[in-house]
C-alpha cells in the first residue's frame, strides 16, 4: 500500500527502515521535518536522536556513533554542510559508514531557503580538506530518496564509505505517494569486526582512527581510499536515460531539475525535436560510461546542462564527453526554477 509522505519524512522513515538507529543534527531550513520525525520515531525502534548544539557536534557525534558500530545519520542543508566537512574528511579517512543528508538551499553564505545545486563541487569533489569522496546521490523523485535512503546504509558498511543524498527544498518538501519497504532485521548484517562496539576481547586492538604522522602511513591509506571509490565506480553507478536511442540533443540534469527536463522531452518530442534525458542518479562516482556511449553515437548533435547554479555539473559532464559533442549550459540561480517551457525555449534559441 502507498502512503502520502513529503519528501522529508519519506527520507526519514526509509532511514529508520534501512536500520539507523542514531541521529544527531541541528535545525535548518529547508530539511527540518527530517530531525523533527526522527526525533519521535526513533524511539520507537530503540534508536537514539540528538539535538546537537552545532553542526560540528552532530557530525562528530555521527563519527563516535559510527565508530562503535551504529547505523549513525545527520543531515543539514547548505551552510550547516559546510560546517560539518572538518567532521566529514575525518569520518572518511577513518573509514566509518553513515549517512549524510544535504536539502541545498541557494547560496553563498546562508543565502535563501529557496531549491538550489550550488554544492555539487562540495558533495562530489570532497567538501573537506584532504584526498577523499563521498558516495553521493541525486534522487528526482520521493520514491526514489526512499529506494536509496533504504540502501544506503548496506552500501556504506560495504565500502566503509560515508553516503551523502543531495537534494534540495523541491525535493525535501514535495509530497507523493510512495511504496515503504519492510523494516531490515539488523540481527542479520554482517559482523563489523573494526567496530569499537566492546566486543572481541583478546583480539587485537581496535582502533578507529584519522591522524597518521608517518608520511608512509599516510599514503597507505589514500591509496586504500581510491581503491575503493574505484570499486564504487565499479559496481554502483547509476543513471536513467529517456528516449535516447534516436535522440539529436540529449538533455541532461541531475535531481529534481532531471524530472523537469523530462517534461522538456516530451513538449521538444511534440515539436518534432528528437531530444532525449540523460540524468545521473550517482553523481559520485559519475556515470561517465553513459555519456560517453550517446557521445559515440552519429546523431546526437549536442548535450545540453541543466542545472540550478552557474555550472557545476557541466564540467563533469564535459569530461565524460571527451570533447566528442559540444555542451550547452542553462541554468537559474537564486532559489529560481526553470520550467519545462523554459528548457524547451533555451533549446528552440529562443530564451531572451
Not at 527502515?17 to 530531525?35: D, H, K, L, S
Not at 514535495?174 to 559482523?191: G, S
Not at 546526437?300 to 540550478?308: A, P, R, S, W, Y
Request: charged share 25%; hydrophobic share 40%.
Amino acid at each position: 500500500m502507498k502512503k502520502l509522505l513529503k519528501g522529508n519524512e519519506a527520507i526519514a522513515e526509509a532511514a529508520i527502515r534501512g536500520g539507523c538507529r542514531f541521529f544527531a543534527g541541528y535545525p535548518i531550513t529547508p530539511q527540518n521535518e527530517i530531525p523533527e520525525y526522527l526525533s519521535w520515531r526513533l524511539r520507537e525502534v530503540g534508536g537514539e536522536f540528538v539535538q546537537a548544539e552545532s553542526e560540528v557536534a552532530a557530525i562528530n557525534m555521527v563519527y563516535g556513533a559510527g565508530g562503535a558500530g551504529a547505523r549513525a545519520m545527520t543531515s543539514s542543508s547548505s551552510p550547516g554542510i559546510s560546517l560539518k566537512q572538518e567532521g566529514i574528511s575525518y569520518i572518511a579517512c577513518a573509514e566509518i559508514p553513515c549517512v549524510i543528508v544535504n536539502m541545498v538551499r541557494s547560496g553563498p553564505g546562508l543565502g535563501g531557503i529557496q531549491p538550489a545545486q550550488g554544492d555539487y563541487f562540495q558533495a562530489t569533489k570532497g567538501g573537506g580538506h584532504g584526498d577523499y569522496h563521498l558516495l553521493v546521490y541525486g534522487p528526482a523523485t520521493v520514491q526514489e530518496c526512499v529506494d536509496i535512503l533504504y540502501n544506503a546504509f548496506d552500501v556504506s558498511e560495504k565500502y566503509r564509505t560515508p553516503v551523502m543524498i543531495l537534494g534540495d527544498g523541491m525535493l525535501g518538501q514535495i509530497m507523493e505517494a510512495v511504496e515503504l519497504p519492510e523494516m531490515k532485521d539488523l540481527t542479520k548484517l554482517p559482523a563489523k569486526p573494526w567496530a569499537t562496539d566492546g566486543t572481541g576481547v583478546g583480539e587485537k586492538r581496535r582502533i578507529i582512527n584519522s591522524l597518521y604522522i608517518e608520511p608512509d602511513d599516510m599514503e597507505v591509506v589514500i591509496k586504500r581510499l581510491y581503491a575503493r571509490y574505484d570499486e564504487i565506480k565499479r559496481n554502483e553507478c547509476k543513471a536513467e536515460t529517456y528516449k535516447t536511442e534516436d535522440a539529436e540533443i540529449i538533455l541532461t540534469a541531475y535531481g529534481t531539475v532531471g524530472r523537469i527536463a523530462k517534461s522538456a522531452v516530451n513538449i521538444l518530442r511534440s515539436k518534432g525535436i528528437k531530444a532525449g534525458l540523460l540524468r545521473p542518479i550517482t553523481l559520485y562516482p559519475f556515470p561517465d560510461y553513459e555519456y560517453a556511449k550517446l557521445a559515440d553515437k552519429a546523431e546526437v548533435k549536442e548535450f545540453v546542462d541543466i542545472e540550478l547554479c552557474m555550472g557545476q555539473m557541466i564540467e563533469d559532464v564535459k569530461l565524460a564527453l571527451n570533447g566528442k559533442k559540444p555542451v550547452r549550459f542553462f541554468g537559474r540561480l537564486g532559489g529560481n526554477v526553470m520550467s519545462a517551457e523554459d528548457i524547451v525555449d533555451f533549446v528552440l534559441g529562443e530564451v531572451k
